[in-house]
Each structure stands twice: as structure tokens, then as C-alpha cells.
């Protein structure tokens, strides 16, 4: 009685609304377009321009043995407590509302300004590369033209909002309509890159490179293949061939590569409505993250001796100089990244699959838009249900099993991010260190990991899935993820400080745009605590209770 009495004075209501009516490739989609299949062609730019020294095949393989602790760990709490909510609702009941409200409020924070930050992409380096592409090579001055105002302040954020507001509207639509929108994308994503390795593979580096040449002089440097190379090497230190495995370049890139599964704990937020979960999860999370690995291990092989080792090291250093160091001579769009989409017009004069290439690539952000406002919606849904934040944004519409005011002040929220985005370097400055904050989080996580088997004995040992109280050598397996997964997060957050991605210094975006975003959430919740209590409502009785379904 002592339950259901807390469950009525607490919660917002006696059951969230929500259905169970995801599948298991439903939430593998969500997981892997938070990670980005295509964003694969991006690799070849990032990779050489800011670890130079690094092997950038073996980034996503490194990335991979250092992501799988924490998709362990995560995994487990999504089976031990599969509620809305994730690791919100696993923090606060292993330790207080407040840290679990605080991490998880920053955490949402920090990923909706991922929203802004690759919504320009489509703008940019999708729609834009294609009539630059085209324009090239049909030496139509107009698309070029057209190519470089895309480009443009006001441009960029118009494009970026409309595929914003799009996205916002596809989450409100239907929960059913937006797990089928990333499934399919994943699909095509797959089909897309299947293409591109045919039309390299049949192509080679000598048509690469014959093609470079020839349209050499219609682009901005008038250089050649081999002058590219040249230039890097001699004035910018691009690496001379294929750098080696094993050195501290390739191991700190890393963390670089391990960016790039972010999104691997995606079904964890909205666990409470995935069907068979213990069966899914494992499918979403793990199945996720390893063919994400698989798949971008392959099209990176393919891309780089597609393009020729030296060549795709000189073009980054060459990018790199441009965009951060003012460098003119850039043989390229203004200071777009040599993407290996972009650059498929040396590959193929085909407009079809020069399209596919890269509008592929800006699909590709659009529907992670879409993935990132259905996840992080159920957080805010999640915070309103356990009466943290108004109960309204836990009201799930009849029609669309969709909590649609949380997913409107998402997009709205997605929205003003893109606005800052379009006219200020904070939010790009933000994600080139924002993903620290993320480790941060993952680092109280895995510190909840550690704990909880022994903080919240009752938690633990009422599991009726064997997989959450399973034990090795008498230590609980979540206990041992926890511990793997604190120290690949703290070495992670040490990876991300050393390159100066972005031109800004780490610490000014720790102090300025990540740490205060903690401190908000706990000032919220401060206060949110003080009201709650004038009302007759303790948000400390949280701790003791799991939401119901």
C-alpha cells in the first residue's frame, strides 16, 4: 500500500500512456542514425586534418573496443530498469533525483545542440557540394554561384530550419511514422553504401586521379593531384602514405573515433516502449554499434585507397589550414571539408550518383534530427512524469502514442540552437568539446554502475531478468562495466582536449558552455525541489520509488 500511495502523490499518473510498440530494428534504427552511417564520408577530412599522424582505418576499431564497456554497462540498466527515462531514471534512484535530474538535463542539453550543429551540414556540405559538383563539371558558373550562397549566414540557417522544423514535426506526427523513418534510412543508408563502393572499386585511384587533373583548373588553387600532395607535405606536414597502427596518434584518435558511436544507448531512453526489451536492447545497442563498425571500417578502406593515402592526408591538411588557419589556396569549395561525397565527382561523372553521394550525406543529419528530438523527448517526459518539471510534457496524445507538447518544446528548443548556431561559433565551438560533457555524464553513469548493486540492494536483487544480476567471480557484471566504462570515460575526456578542434581553447568551452550547463540543471532543480515541497510534494521519495510503465 506504502507503493501505491507514493506512486499516487508523486508520479503525474499511475501508468506513463506510452506503448510498447517498438521493435528491436525499430531501436537499432534510432541507435545507428544517432550514429550516422554516411557521416562515414566525413572521415577522411577529420581524421588526417586533426590527428595528422593517426591511422584513420583503425580509428572506428579502437573506437569500438573502448565503446563496448559502456554499451555493456548500458545494456544492463536498460534490462534492469526499462523505463523512460534511461539513465535519469538510473541515476536518481541509485543516488539522489538531483544528480540523476542534473546529469540527465545536461546531457539533453548537450545533444539537441548537436541538432544545431549538423543541421547546417545539409545547407553546407550536402545541397551546397552537389551544385558545386555539378557546376564543376558542367562549367555552369550559376550552380557554383548558387553553391556559395548556400553557404551564407542567412542561407544556412533558413535551410537548417525548415529540416529542423521538418523533423520536430515528423516525432509529433507518430511515434510509429518516426521508427519507421529511421529504419528505412538505415536501410538506404546501407544500399547508398554499397554504391559508392561499386562506382570506387570499378573506378580506382587512377581515374581519381585523372579526373582531378582534368578539372584541375576549374577549381579555386588550380593545382594537381600531385601538387596537392606536395603542398600538404612541404608547407602543412601532411603524412607522407598510411601512418602507422600503433602509435599514441592513432590511440588518442581514438576518442575520435569513438565519437562516432554516440547514439549507441539510444533505446535506453525510451526502453518503456520497446517490445521484448531485454532481446532488443541487446539488439539496438550491441547490434548497433557493431555494424556501424563494420560498416564505416569498410567504406573509410575504401574511401582512402579510393582517393590515395597521400592525397586524402594533404587535402585535410590543406582543409584544416583553410577553415582555421586562413589559408586562400584551398582546392576545394570555400572551407567545406573534402568529403569523399563531395569528391565523387573524380570518381564518377554520373549526376545520379553524385546526387546520392551527397544528398546522402545531408539526409543523414536530417533523420538523426529526427532520432535525437523521439529520444531526448522521453527525457523531458520522463523529468514531467516524476513531476520535476510540469506535468503537461508528460501528456501523451491519443492519436499519435506521441508525449507531443515535450516533443514541441524540443524542436523549439532545437530551433533556438540552430538560430545561435547559424550566427555564432558557440554551438559548433560547444560540439567540438560538448561530447566531454558527455563523458562526464557517462563517468557518474558508470560511478551508478559500480554502486548499484550494493547501494540499492533491493533494486538489484528483484530483477526477474537473469542478465541484470548476473555476477563473474561473485563481482556483479554491471559493477565490472562500470568500472571499465569510468575509465574509458575519463581517458576519453583527456583524448578530446589534446587536438584544438575548432580553434578554441577546451577549457573556455568547459567553463563557458559545459559546466554551466550542470549548473543549471541543479539550480532547476533546486528550486523545482523548493516549489514542489510548498506544495506538499517530496521529490526525495523519487529515490525509493521505479516510475511505473
Request: aromatic share 14%; net charge positive.
Amino acid at each position: 500500500m506504502a507503493a501505491s500511495k507514493a506512486t499516487g502523490s508523486i508520479f503525474a499518473r499511475d501508468a506513463t500512456g506510452l506503448v510498447k510498440q517498438i521493435s528491436g530494428l525499430d531501436a537499432m534504427g534510432m541507435v545507428v542514425t544517432q550514429m550516422g552511417l554516411l557521416y562515414v564520408f566525413n572521415v577522411v577530412a577529420f581524421t588526417p586534418g586533426f590527428y595528422p599522424s593517426a591511422n584513420p582505418l583503425a580509428v572506428p576499431l579502437v573506437g569500438l573496443l573502448l565503446v563496448l564497456p559502456i554499451v555493456g554497462m548500458y545494456i544492463i540498466f536498460s534490462i534492469a530498469m526499462p523505463r523512460t527515462g534511461g539513465d535519469y531514471v538510473w541515476t536518481s534512484r541509485t543516488f539522489t533525483p538531483g544528480i540523476g535530474f542534473t546529469t540527465n538535463f545536461a546531457l539533453t542539453l548537450i545533444v539537441v545542440s548537436v541538432v544545431a550543429s549538423v543541421a547546417p551540414w545539409i545547407g553546407d556540405w550536402s545541397i551546397a557540394q552537389l551544385f558545386y559538383d555539378l557546376g564543376i563539371l558542367q562549367h555552369n558558373a550559376s550552380y557554383i554561384s548558387f553553391a556559395n550562397y548556400l553557404q551564407g549566414t542567412t542561407p544556412t540557417f533558413e535551410v537548417s530550419a525548415i529540416f529542423v522544423i521538418i523533423a520536430g514535426l515528423v516525432v509529433m506526427a507518430s511515434s510509429k511514422l518516426a521508427a519507421r523513418v529511421v529504419k528505412y534510412w538505415t536501410f538506404i543508408s546501407i544500399a547508398i553504401g554499397l554504391i559508392f563502393i561499386v562506382t570506387v572499386l570499378s573506378a580506382g585511384v587512377s581515374t581519381f586521379a585523372s579526373n582531378y587533373n582534368a578539372y584541375a583548373s576549374s577549381i579555386n588553387s588550380n593545382m594537381t593531384y600531385d601538387q596537392v600532395i606536395a603542398t600538404g607535405q612541404s608547407q602543412f606536414g601532411a603524412y607522407n602514405g598510411v601512418p602507422p597502427v600503433l602509435s599514441y596518434a592513432t590511440l588518442y584518435s581514438g576518442a575520435l573515433g569513438l565519437l562516432g558511436y554516440l547514439g549507441f544507448n539510444s533505446s535506453a531512453y525510451f526502453a518503456g516502449e520497446v517490445r521484448q526489451n531485454r532481446r532488443n536492447q541487446v539488439i539496438a545497442q550491441l547490434g548497433g554499434t557493431i555494424l556501424y563498425a563494420a560498416f564505416v571500417t569498410i567504406m573509410i578502406a575504401v574511401e582512402y585507397f579510393g582517393e590515395g593515402p597521400k592525397f586524402v592526408n594533404a587535402m585535410a591538411a590543406l582543409w584544416t589550414a583553410a577553415a582555421y588557419g586562413g589559408y586562400t589556396n584551398y582546392p576545394y569549395l570555400a572551407t567545406t571539408p573534402p568529403l569523399a561525397s563531395g569528391l565523387s565527382m573524380f570518381w564518377t561523372h554520373n549526376p545520379v550518383l553524385i546526387a546520392l553521394f551527397t544528398l546522402g550525406f545531408g539526409m543523414t543529419a536530417f533523420v538523426m534530427d529526427v532520432s535525437i528530438f523521439f529520444t531526448f523527448t522521453r527525457n523531458l517526459f520522463a523529468w514531467s512524469f516524476d513531476r520535476v518539471v510540469p506535468t503537461a510534457f508528460a501528456t501523451v496524445n491519443s492519436k499519435t502514442r506521441t508525449p507531443i507538447y515535450a516533443a514541441a518544446i524540443m524542436t523549439v528548443a532545437g530551433l533556438v540552437y540552430t538560430y545561435i548556431a547559424s550566427y555564432t561559433s558557440f554551438v559548433a565551438d560547444l560540439f567540438s568539446y560538448g561530447t566531454a560533457g558527455e563523458f562526464i555524464v557517462f563517468a557518474i553513469v558508470s560511478i551508478a554502475a559500480i554502486i548499484f548493486p550494493y547501494r540499492r540492494k533491493d533494486l538489484f536483487s528483484s530483477s526477474i531478468e537473469p542478465t541484470a544480476t548476473k555476477k563473474i567471480g561473485g563481482i556483479p557484471l554491471i559493477t565490472i562495466f562500470g568500472v571499465m566504462s569510468l575509465i574509458v570515460s575519463l581517458v576519453t575526456i583527456y583524448a578530446i582536449i589534446l587536438p584544438q578542434i575548432g580553434g578554441v581553447s577546451f577549457w573556455t568551452i568547459f567553463f563557458e558552455g559545459i559546466i554551466p550547463t550542470f549548473v543549471i540543471g541543479a539550480v532547476l532543480y533546486a528550486i523545482i525541489w523548493a516549489v514542489r515541497r510548498r506544495q506538499g510534494i517530496n521529490l526525495g521519495l523519487l529515490q525509493k520509488e521505479i516510475p511505473p510503465e
